[in-house]
């Protein structure tokens, strides 16, 4: 799907669909679906709202043919909702929607549409061709390398429309933008849905390393071990795939701040020798997906040229129940020197990313902030629609949650309660890697905060909102990308 913006009038121009929108309870439209009203000779007012009922429900649709009346074949109407509840994410949701629904008709080679948002909506030019553009990808999205019959029906031009010099120019610049955000949520989708008999450690680096105009660095097991990063390589232990600890750096000429971001990336997690139910299993190729987020950003972070040096780290791996595989009551020594027992080989995320996080705070960035796939406690709290945010900056945390929401994903603050750090404690080392089931998102949290020093620090779990076995907004079922847009936004701002 190509998508442009051009100046022209939608009474003038051919497409096999033209999309236009209400707000709900609209009886007579105004503005760009107004001009279409008229030109169709009232059809829209007298047939489609009066007759029909169509009243505008937020991303419902009626499609209606033009009799020659306009070169456009077609006419698809979208429903905004109330106007009150309107906003630019659900322009995006919306936007999605559309594509959506053009993909499931026949012959929709040419699709164009109005700036929607910038009429009636009152919102700027520039945010709503940004918002339609990532809508319109994400929604477009597929993940069909595997099928031997792949989607025919493509969207080739999707054009939007405004009579408006000023409105076209601002919509191109918000266009590029939602471009680059959606290639990156839809790389890291794609990373997320391939098998895990693909998407190996050793994958994940090659995929860094296919970054040219990056620094990357990969370390591999020997080197691993000089670093001394006991609780990661404790992990990697029981599969046959060797780790990988992939480092890629960003830096333009005269960075603002220095940031690190770190991905859990378990590239399959059986749960080890604490082996996992078969239901719990079936979706543990996605243990990556926070890896694969990270890979996202920094895939187009060249496009975005934000002013800031950025350390991109995953501590990549399988967790496996292979005969070398680490044990319950094993201790291991971390980066820092900190002892762990071995309580649970399925809390194995929060080992690998231990080493991760002293990697990070040696590297004398101020802020580190770490997403992962970590707690099935979280998806309890917190279900498939939002992600839990904990750390040890408030201000850091405030600027994520605005950050996430603003880019259409939400995240939900979990405390950190020092009462529960009594459940890590062990007998014999300085900590287990499990506390009690209560509270577990925290605990887990809790148990990171041990290797994190003289840093700003958040932790995003994206455990329940990572892979989606249902529609959610914008998203389709499978990988969502959760966390790349929350990233990118903290980024650039
Ligand atoms: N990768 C899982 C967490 C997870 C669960 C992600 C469900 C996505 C969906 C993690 O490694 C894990 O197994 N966590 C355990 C920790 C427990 C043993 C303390 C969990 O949450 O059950
Ligand atoms: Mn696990
Ligand atoms: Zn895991």
């Known amino acids: 799907m190509n998508l442009t913006v051009s100046k022209g009038l939608l009474e003038e121009v051919s497409a096999n669909i033209l999309v236009v929108n209400l707000f709900e309870g609209v009886k007579v439209p105004a503005g760009a679906t107004g001009a279409i009203d008229i030109a169709l000779d009232g059809l829209i007012s007298d047939f489609v709202i009066a007759k029909e009922g169509f009243t505008g429900k937020f991303g419902s649709t009626y499609v209606l043919p033009t009799y020659g009346k306009i070169p456009a074949e077609k006419v698809m109407i979208v429903g905004l909702g109330k106007s009150k509840d309107f906003s630019l994410n659900k322009l995006r949701e919306v936007s999605a929607k559309v594509v959506k629904k053009c993909l499931k008709m026949q012959n929709c080679k040419k699709v164009v549409s109005i700036l929607h948002g910038a009429g009636v909506g009152g919102f700027d030019a520039q945010n709503c061709g940004q918002m339609i553009a990532e809508g319109s990808y994400i929604g477009e999205y597929s993940f069909d390398k595997y099928k031997s019959e792949k989607k025919t029906k493509k969207i080739e031009d999707f054009v939007i429309l405004d009579m408006v010099e000023e409105n076209c120019k601002k919509a191109k610049a918000g266009v590029k933008k939602g471009k680059i955000i959606a290639s990156a949520v839809n790389f890291t989708r794609s990373l997320a849905n391939e098998p895990a008999q693909w998407a190996t450690p050793s994958k994940l680096a090659e995929i860094a ?31 046959s795939q060797p780790p990988k600890f992939i480092h890629i750096k960003y830096k333009s000429a005269n960075p603002k701040r220095k940031l690190a971001i770190i991905g859990k990336g378990i590239t399959f997690d059986s749960g080890g020798l604490d082996i996992k139910p078969p239901s719990s299993m079936l979706t543990m190729k996605d243990d990556m997906s926070a890896a694969a987020a990270v890979l996202g950003v920094m895939s187009i972070i060249k496009e975005l040229k934000p002013d800031i040096e950025i350390h991109a780290l995953i501590a990549a791996c399988e967790n496996m129940p292979g005969a070398s595989a680490y044990k319950p009551g094993d201790i291991l020594v971390a980066k820092n020197g900190k002892t762990i027992e071995v309580d649970n080989t399925d809390a194995e995320g929060r080992l690998t990313l231990a080493d991760a996080l002293c990697y990070a705070c040696d590297l004398g960035v101020d802020t580190v902030i770490d997403v992962a796939t970590l ?21 850091l945390i405030d600027k994520l949650i605005k950050c996430a929401n603003q880019g259409g994903e939400k995240l939900w603050q979990l405390p950190m309660f020092e009462e529960y750090k009594e459940s890590l404690k062990s007998d014999i080392a300085d900590m287990r890697n499990t506390g009690s089931r209560m509270g577990g998102t925290q605990t887990a949290a809790l148990f990171l905060q041990n290797f994190v020093k003289k840093v700003h620090w958040a932790h995003i779990d994206i455990a329940g909102t990572a892979y989606i076995d249902k529609p959610v907004n914008e998203l389709a079922k499978g990988a969502t990308g959760a966390g790349v847009r929350t990233l990118i936004n903290y980024i650039l701002s």
């Open 209 to 239: 390393q296919s970054f040219k105009e990056l620094d990357v660095k990969v370390y591999d097991k020997d080197e691993i071990e000089k670093m001394g990063m006991g609780a990661f390589l404790a992990v990697a232990k029981g599969s």
């Open 375 to 395: 707690t099935g406690a979280c998806v309890v709290a917190l279900g498939n629609v939002a992600s839990g945010i904990m750390g040890n900056n408030q201000s």
